[in-house]
């Protein structure tokens, strides 16, 4: 699998390629400024970036903004976006175009190297990989937080692992559930959110973030 | 008793009387003579105010303030039934609603203005104080009864009147005069005709005078009309009467001056110079509010008492005293007299009447003189209330023709000249009102040597608590990494299960350090600031609030570093009261930059009564904008809704960089 990593810090930069690399991937591209990675990301057309939203010339947001505008040129682009903090801001605008294939993580999730690996492969194939405190603000600072009252516990807690763009396998896997049960909860909440059932996995996940998304903000 | 009055004034409709001509209009006359009634009883409701009002206000005895207006309430009530039922005009009661009745803290105890009270009598008492004084519908009632027996009451009359004049005259002038029976009655006749219509007039004078005000266009139409051809005459006239009122009071100075070089008696002159101050300082702001020119306040600041010298003395100027008492009564004396500000200000008390008087005698003069000495005396003439000739009102160089053109002219310029007259004397307020360059910077050293003092301390508790937090916090768990690190090695080759289990165990200590560092970072410089700017760091906030917050930006670029941080930080406070203690559910952020000025207004619809005197968030704020030369306005009358307004001159760093 190919991948653009772009990241200033030279230590952190060779960290996650030795990570990768171990994990069996091919970095194409390892760039430190924001024009660097807009080049690579469109020349080389990555299955999936991993990216650091500051980066030079500027050190702001540079990163997020190659990402985004990589996107728009080449739509459904696989992102994923690292960084030291997490806002729901640049989560909104990564998620704005309701396409997946984003990812948006603390810098912080690459020690768990198997969880943050799995979460590069659920981007590039098409999927989301969104950071739990994220999910955390998304589900506590929204209008909707009188639907989201009536799901039950356990709901929740599915709720909240498939937002963060978990598959029912891992989500089964990660709450000691079986397959058919987490099934079962998902269809629930589905119910309760009057959000409309879908059978892809991906698909689910974007509409329920766009759910959370969708306020009067 | 009061309903069953206007339960009875309602009933007076004869169902059978209506049906004819006659009967409607006789008793349109009968109502007329029941407002009339009514119009003494509003003559007598303003005297019990006035009664309450010279103690109340006078001698400070406000408890005597809001019984007469709750008490008298019911007369301009019944005064908007009765135009509802017989003009058919419909006024609803403006009046606010009663404030609710106190409500203690957790510590049982009642606030109200910064005081802490045992029992509500004072706090209820004190809030309902505000709530008649404040509601203009009370003082629109009291002019109400003070205009309405006049105008109201003759109109009222005026059918009954016509009537009785039109008989009597019948009666006692028949014998003498065969035409006197026809022409009283042709009176009688006229009263009986014309009782209706003025019945509906007078509902309609009602209800201009005491329907519950709103703005709308018209009503914002007229008061701009109001403003142009009648506000600035009532200006005119007030600073008038402020002038003449400065005559005295510059006599006094004179005199003050006299006693104390003259005669020796110094201890004169520095309170009638402080107390006199007043007079200055109102001109100031009525030259601002009215003229549009801004005069600042140009005293030098009180000093503080100076330091005791090494030999237990105080030095003032090349004067050294012993007591404290002597030092302040000096240094006043050197305070005062040595302030340039106060020789202008003697000065302006001296000249103002002359020059100040004489522009303002000029529109006011020409109106005065062209209405009441020429146009309105010619007018009498004419129709023959007032004997032709015998003095000089009326008559223009001896022609009396010309009066009325002449006297409207005359009156004309000057109302067409009364704004930019009273712009004139906001000017020639400024030319010695206005601070010195010296007084304008020694008031600036102080209020710069106030705010550094400020932010130094603000920058050294920021800086303990982000030692505090990096020793506590992050320091300490990459010490406990470092030791457990060292801890595996010992144990990997002897048992390798129980070091996995602290390797475990170290890398949770790292994620709890980096998100503690995350948090201290955060404090100190939020990322999304330094990334995005003010706007989107605001919008970020709004979407880590949990309420309903709508956020609009209006910013040309990035601003400078130090102001964005201020900002932001002021924001998140601001956010952080509303949601803890104003209860509010939606809030409204407004960031706006204009002409160097950045303006954030934050608005929520919480329960409100916020104190910049009580919480010392608030006043934290102040003080820490103080140092941008940066203002926090807080409005929030008890029940909400909040606004609060910061602001913050300031200068654009770069244009705008950010792509949303």
Known sequence: ????????????????????????????????????????????????????????????????????????????LPVLVLSQHVEQLYARELLADGTGGVGYLLKDRVFAADQFVDAVRRVAAGGTAMDPEVIAKLLTGTDRAQPLARLTPRERDVLELMAEGRSNAAIAQQLFLSESAVGKHIASIFGKLDLAPSDDDNRRVLAVLAYLNADSR | MYQQCVGWLRS???????????????????????????????????????????????????????????????????????AGAWGGVDIPEPYRPAP????????????????????????????????????????????????????????????????????WYAVTGAPTNWWALPLGLLFALAGVAVAPALLWVHARWTRL?????????????????????????????????????????????????????????????????EYFRWLANL????????????????????????????????????HLYKTPHWTAYHQRWRWLLHDRATWRDFGWQLTDPIVGGLLLLLPLGAIGYGIWGLALPRILMFVGLKPAGGDWYGSVAGSAAAAIPVGLAMAALGVVTAP???????????????????????????????????????????????????????????VAVGLTLGTIEHLLDRDPAAARALLAEARESSAKALSELRDLVRGIHPPVLAERGLGDAVRALALD??????????????????????????????????????????????VRFVEELLRIIVHDDGRGGADPGRGSGLRGLQRRLGTFDGTVAVKSPPGGPTTVTLELPCELSSPKTSTS
């Open chain 2, 209 to 273: 005078m005491l329907r519950p005000l709103v703005h709308g266009p018209t009503a914002e139409c007229r008061r701009r009309w109001m403003g142009e051809r009648f506000i600035v005459l009532v200006r005119l006239l007030t600073l008038a009467v402020l002038t003449l009122l400065g005559v005295p009071i510059a006599a006094l100075s004179v005199l003050g001056l006299v006693l104390t070089f003259g005669l020796g008696m110094a201890a004169v002159l520095p309170p009638i110079i």
């Open chain 1, 1 to 76: 699998m190919r991948v653009v990593l772009a990241e200033d810090l030279y230590l952190l930069r060779e960290g996650l390629s030795r990570l990768l690399t171990a994990h069996g991937f091919d970095i194409v591209a390892a760039v430190e400024t924001g024009p660097e990675l807009l080049q690579a990301l469109t020349g080389l057309r990555p299955d999936v970036a991993v990216v650091d939203v500051r980066l030079p010339p500027t050190q702001t947001d540079e990163g997020l903004q190659a990402a985004l505008a990589a996107r728009r040129e080449v739509p459904g």
């Open chain 2, 545 to 590: 609030t949990p309420l309903s917050t709508e956020v609009r930006v209006d910013l040309p670029g990035r601003l400078a570093a130090p102001v964005e941080s201020a900002a932001y930080f002021a924001v998140s406070e601001v956010l952080t009261n509303a949601v803890k203690h104003a209860r509010a559910t939606r809030i409204l952020i407004e």
């Open chain 2, 283 to 318: 001109r100031r702001r009525l030259a601002r509010d009215w003229s549009g020119v801004a005069v600042s306040r140009p005293y030098l600041p009180r000093p503080d008492l100076p330091p005791l010298r090494s030999d237990g003395l105080y030095a003032v100027g090349k």
């Open chain 2, 420 to 478: 930019a007259i009273l712009r004139l004397h906001g000017r020639w307020t400024r030319i010695l009102l206005a601070p010195t360059e010296r007084s304008r910077l020694a008031l600036r050293v102080q209020r710069l040597t106030e705010t550094r003092a400020d932010a130094t301390e603000v920058q050294a508790a920021e800086l303990r608590r982000i030692e505090r937090d990096l020793h506590d916090g992050a320091q300490a768990r990459l």
């Open chain 2, 100 to 167: 609710p009745p106190p409500v203690p803290g957790p510590d049982g105890l009642y606030v109200r203005d910064r005081q802490l009270y045992k029992t509500p009598r004072i706090p209820a008492f004190a809030a309902r104080l505000d709530w008649v004084l404040g509601d203009r519908a009370t003082w629109r009632d009291l002019r109400w009864m003070l205009v309405d027996p006049v105008v109201g009451g003759a109109m009222a009359v005026a059918p009954a009147a016509l009537v009785a004049a039109g008989l």
């Open chain 2, 12 to 82: 007076i409709r004869l169902d059978g009387m209506t049906q004819t001509w006659v009967g409607r209009h006789a008793l349109a006359v009968v109502r007329g003579l029941a407002l009339a009634a009514l119009a003494v009883a509003e003559a007598l409701a303003f005297l019990l105010h006035m009664a309450a009002f010279v103690p109340g206000f006078g001698l400070g005895l406000v408890f005597l303030l809001p019984w007469p207006i709750l008490a008298t309430r019911r007369v301009p009530n019944v005064a908007r039934r009765l």
